[in-house]
């Protein structure tokens, strides 16, 4: 379990890194990737299957619930970021840094809390 868990962590991570270091890298061009969308659902589904994990013991049910909403707002923000990429439309502003500052403040949440 101590393994599956740390995977677990390691892949959370890793979608939360994807996710704030595109934004930094694309910052003056106000761009959404796939790759953000796609690490978004990243961190998302492995942060359930944690919270699935650790629910057998003490979960802070309210956090929890403020990460989720969170992790929900990056991946819809991703999601209409990356399609409108696609199409090849503008991404404004406001949404591409929707989707790297609501993961930074979802990883401040989950350090700082």
């Known amino acids: 379990m101590t393994l599956l868990n740390g995977l677990l962590v390691l892949l959370h991570l890793v979608g939360a890194a994807i996710i704030v270091g595109t934004w930094v890298c694309t910052i003056k061009r106000s761009t959404v990737s796939p790759d953000q969308f796609h690490a978004s659902l990243l961190s998302l589904v492995t942060g359930l299957l944690l919270v ?48 790297g500052g609501l993961a930074l403040i979802n990883m401040a949440v989950a350090t700082l809390w």
Not at 70 to 76: D, K, P, Q
Request: net charge positive.
């Open 52 to 99: 699935a994990i650790h629910e057998m013991g003490d979960v802070n049910h309210v956090k929890i619930a403020v990460k989720l909403l969170l992790a929900l707002a990056v991946a819809a923000a991703a999601f209409l970021g990356q399609r409108r990429t696609g199409r090849g439309e503008p991404v404004s502003t406001g949404l591409a840094h929707a989707v």
